[in-house]
């Protein structure tokens, strides 16, 4: 009653307030501004063929200013043509088009000029008036491509060009981008070669031509070109031909060994293993082994774009995560391109995408890439192991899980692509619903192992899911009740809930997905002292503190990647610090690291000195657990399932 009453209290105090604001004047909105004449809509994308065959061309040869320059010749009819520069960009799962790096866009038909108008609400569209008697027209613009990787990634060096054809063309609006067929040509460098996934018509000179495609193939065939280069046949018995393209800085780089040649056949021996299906008429993985191009690892359906280091193939101990990205990326031509999120599937590249099962397309793929690593002899169970551990501390040491779910982060790259946070321990982001969705499969792996008495596995759910309509490589959409159903296909259990409970885990009691690690044997620990391979696999364990004070130590003794509410955080230190000194000492990840040795079971505290600017700090930490590094031990008397998952298939 006294609730009701109050209720009634506050509405008669409010009410004529209210009336009397809604009686006043309101002032107009201002009509919005227009232009002289108004600009029809874009066409929606119907699924249609296009009239005809764009023929296009990318210019590759001027690298002294790193301009790609195309000509594109477009059947049109009489009327208005919007012609439209891709925007949601496949592989990216967000708004990347770089419209700003369009330059010179120009149009003529009969050799008259037409003028364009860009549209103000898109501006990666043009709106054109194709005059009557004009049945083509020409189009050129330029790409003026970044000579560092500041905002966007180097394409082009002296060496090598990575032409991504999805940034080098414009198409008309209104037709599915599957039903736009395109006749792509390349100019190189002189003395160049290239590889991509587009078929060879016919070589002068240095003028390449390739087979008409379509746009969403186009669109889906980068290419690497070279002074530099090597091909490699991976499999020259199977079905369809695998090829190791190599680009590189010198000629050195890219003397890649047999015994190294034989882990990539093996990749693709295994890969066929898994998976039981191939949806590709030809592969071709691009790797370009460099200092000076922008670092990519971005799948496609028949090929991917991937780079490391130059002494990737000629010197020793290779980075394990580089050995690591071309399973990643060899599986996506399954799970991504082949089965593909149905709100991904969109008719055009213009067309927003949605990224709710990326922790299927992404999470899934990472798991089968850090699974395929060992099986290939890429890397060993090791190291496999060790990669591990460090995955499962992060997300056990995360405090975003508080507020935002893994599902959430689904949706970070639409937020702004891969954009840098200060609190990336808080905010959480891309890299969750790769690694964190991984730990989720495992989980899932482990569980089906252990109910079916280790008859079936996660491998069986890949050849289901992924291992159908072998030779198809047209997308097939899923939805995440088809994943439910061909797991409980593999093994009846209530996957929906088991799927969602870790999904949308939130709030301060949600923990990381740690269980697939517990069921397959092992436990989460920590360690004070690293082994020989635990230091080149946690390669920057030098200056990762964090999991004793919380932050990382960076070039320069920049304090960085300072963790949400960890000790560090609670002295009120973020962003933008330096550390000159530890205990009195003149400050290096060295002496941090002996202060903290020296003070675990003691009682004296580790006193930092930080700067920022003109302001410095002293700080006092009454820490006392030493140094922290993760480690995978096993848990006596279970089943080493990790050694069952990485061991490879022998059919």
Do not use: C
């Not at 991509?196 to 889906?220: K, M, N, W, Y």
């Not at 491998?459 to 939805?479: H, L, M, N, Q, S």
Request: hydrophobic share 40%; proline share 7%; glycine share 8%.
């Amino acid at each position: 009653m006294l609730r009701t009453t109050a209720i009634a209290l506050l509405l008669a105090s409010t009410a004529v307030p209210v009336f009397a604001q809604t009686s006043q004047a309101q002032t107009p909105l201002p009509a919005p501004t227009s232009l002289p004449h108004a600009l029809p809509p874009i066409p929606a994308p119907q699924d249609r063929d296009y009239p005809g065959m764009i023929a296009i061309q990318a210019d590759l040869t001027d690298l002294d200013h790193r301009v790609i320059r195309v000509r594109q010749t477009v059947p049109v009819s009489a009327g208005h043509l919007v012609l439209q520069y891709p925007k949601f960009i496949p592989g990216n799962h967000a708004d990347t088009g770089p419209i700003q790096l369009v330059s010179g866009v120009t149009v003529t038909g009969n050799g008259q000029r037409i003028d364009w108008v860009r549209d103000t609400v898109d501006p990666h569209a043009f709106h054109l008036d194709i005059p009557a008697g004009v049945s083509s027209i020409e189009v050129s613009f330029e790409w003026l491509t970044q000579p560092d990787n500041a905002v966007w990634r180097v394409v082009m060096t002296p060496e090598m060009v990575n032409l991504q054809w999805e940034k080098a063309l414009l198409y008309p609006a209104g037709y599915a981008h599957r039903r736009i067929t395109f006749a792509p040509s390349v100019k190189l460098p002189t003395g160049w070669e290239q590889a991509s996934a587009l078929e060879p018509a016919g070589r002068e000179g240095d003028v390449l031509t390739f087979a008409p495609i379509s746009l969403e193939h186009l669109a889906d065939s980068p290419m690497f070109a070279g002074k530099h280069f090597r091909r490699i046949q991976l499999d020259p018995q199977g079905r369809s031909p695998v090829h190791l393209n190599l680009v590189g800085d010198t000629a050195e780089s890219i003397k890649a060994s047999p015994e190294r040649i034989a882990q990539y056949t093996s990749l693709v021996q295994q890969a066929d293993r898994l998976y039981g299906a191939r949806h590709f008429d030809r592969y071709d993985f691009l790797l370009a082994l460099t200092s000076k191009l922008g670092g990519i690892g971005l799948e496609h359906h028949r090929s991917s774009e991937n780079t490391a280091s130059p002494s990737f193939f000629t010197g020793s101990n290779a980075d394990y995560g580089a050995r690591s990205l071309l399973p990643h990326e060899f599986t996506h031509s399954w799970n991504g391109k082949f089965r593909r999120p149905s709100d991904e599937y969109v008719p055009n590249l213009n067309v927003p995408t949605q990224n709710t099962l990326m922790w299927v397309y992404e999470g899934q793929t990472e798991y089968w890439g850090e699974v395929l690593t060992p099986r290939a002899g890429l890397g060993t169970i090791e190291e496999a192991t060790i990669n591990l551990a460090e995955i499962a501390a992060f997300y056990d040491n995360q405090p975003g899980r508080q507020w935002r779910s893994l599902q959430d982060t689904t949706n970070h790259n639409l937020l702004g692509y891969r954009t840098t946070n200060p609190w990336s321990s808080w905010m959480r982001g891309t890299g969750d619903y790769y690694r964190e969705a991984l730990l989720v499969w495992l989980d899932a792996d482990t569980l089906i192992r252990e109910q079916t008495g280790e008859r079936k596995s996660l491998d069986d759910f890949a050849k289901a899911f992924f291992g159908v309509e072998d030779g198809v490589w047209e997308a097939r959409p899923y939805t995440f009740d088809d994943v439910v159903q061909t797991l409980n296909a593999v093994h009846p259990h209530d996957w929906a809930t088991f799927l969602r409970d870790r999904l949308d885990a939130v709030g301060p009691d949600a923990k990381a997905p740690l269980d697939g690690v517990t069921r397959a044997g092992w436990r989460l620990t920590y360690t004070d002292t690293l082994t020989p391979v635990e230091k080149r696999i946690l390669s920057g364990w030098a200056n990762d503190f964090q999991y004793s004070l919380g932050f990382t130590l960076a070039t320069g003794n920049r304090i960085t990647g300072v963790r949400w509410d960890g000790p560090l955080y609670r002295q009120n230190i973020g962003a933008g610090w330096e550390l000159i000194a530890v205990n009195d000492r003149v400050a290096s990840a060295e002496v941090l690291r002996d202060a903290i040795t020296a003070a675990k079971g003691a009682t004296n505290p580790i006193v930092l000195v930080v700067r920022r600017g003109d302001e410095v700090r002293s700080l006092s930490f009454d820490y006392h657990d030493g140094l922290r590094y993760p480690r995978l031990e096993r848990i006596e008397g279970t089943r080493d399932r990790l050694a069952d998952i990485y061991a490879p298939r022998r059919r």
